[in-house]
T-cell receptor, first 113, second 115 residues
Framework: GDSVTQMEGPVTLSEEAFLTINCTYT??????LFWYVQYPGEGLQLLLK?????DKGSNKGFEATYRKETTSFHLEKGSVQVSDSAVYFC????????????FGDGTTLTVKP | GAGVSQSPSNKVTEKGKDVELRCDPI?????LYWYRQRLGQGLEFLIY????????KSGLPSDRFSAERTGESVSTLTIQRTQQEDSAVYLC?????????????FGDGTRLSIL
């Protein structure tokens, strides 16, 4: 079945540090890939997405590139801010799986001033 | 426009009671999903509706859990004879259906606490 594996957290960085959160997946066919973010006390929000190989999703300074050859979708940001502190979830939707999303376990990021 | 709305936002109940959680999806979204998120954990898929049919019920953890959806509108998740292990945040999401693969839009969840 489909699966998503995320880098284990928690991750603690200083403001302006470089961020990478690793995500790899296993899926049937060619899934679409997503990063969702959950800020403290809030619901999940879509952060970015990529629907085919070599696509780069980007939003709010975050980027992730769909790498089919390594089945990865790592999230990166060049300079994090305190306001980026949140839980980040990598997810996929496989067209062969009736649209069901498969989520990773989430990575908690804390950015300190 | 209005997002996915869930009610109640918080529910505290005694073990053994039945609870009903409600989800109003974004208008026009034909796909609707329920997930469970235990404290500090990821999302656990429960059930998926396409319109008012449920092609995938594989995630329902036991026969105490059931869900219904009226047309392409409101959905209710019912948990009967609640147990303490049912304590979690229950999240609903909706998305456009179609040939493409659409991201899901999440509600703020219902925080369920079983005493």
């Amino acid at each position: 079945g489909d699966s998503v594996t995320q880098m284990e957290g928690p991750v603690t960085l200083s403001e302006e540090a470089f961020l990478t959160i690793n995500c790899t997946y296993t899926a049937t066919g060619y899934p679409s890939l997503f990063w969702y973010v959950q800020y403290p006390g809030e619901g999940l929000q879509l952060l970015l997405k990529a629907t085919k190989a070599d696509d780069k999703g980007s939003n709010k300074g975050f980027e992730a590139t769909y790498r089919k050859e390594t089945t990865s979708f790592h999230l990166e940001k060049g300079s994090v801010q305190v306001s980026d502190s949140a839980v980040y979830f990598c997810a996929l939707i496989s067209p062969t799986n009736a649209g069901k999303s498969t989520f990773g376990d989430g990575t908690t990021l804390t950015v300190k001033p | 426009g209005a997002g996915v709305s869930q009610s109640p936002s918080n529910k505290v109940t005694e073990k053994g009671k039945d609870v009903e959680l409600r989800c109003d999806p974004i208008s026009g979204h034909t796909a609707l999903y329920w997930y469970r998120q235990r404290l500090g954990q990821g999302l656990e898929f429960l059930i998926y509706f396409q319109g008012n049919s449920a092609p995938d019920k594989s995630g329902l953890p036991s026969d105490r859990f059931s869900a219904e959806r009226t047309g392409e509108s409101v959905s209710t998740l019912t948990i009967q004879r609640t147990q303490q292990e049912d304590s979690a945040v229950y999240l609903c999401a909706s998305s456009l259906a179609g040939t493409g693969v659409q991201p899901q839009h999440f509600g703020d969840g219902t925080r369920l606490s079983i005493l």
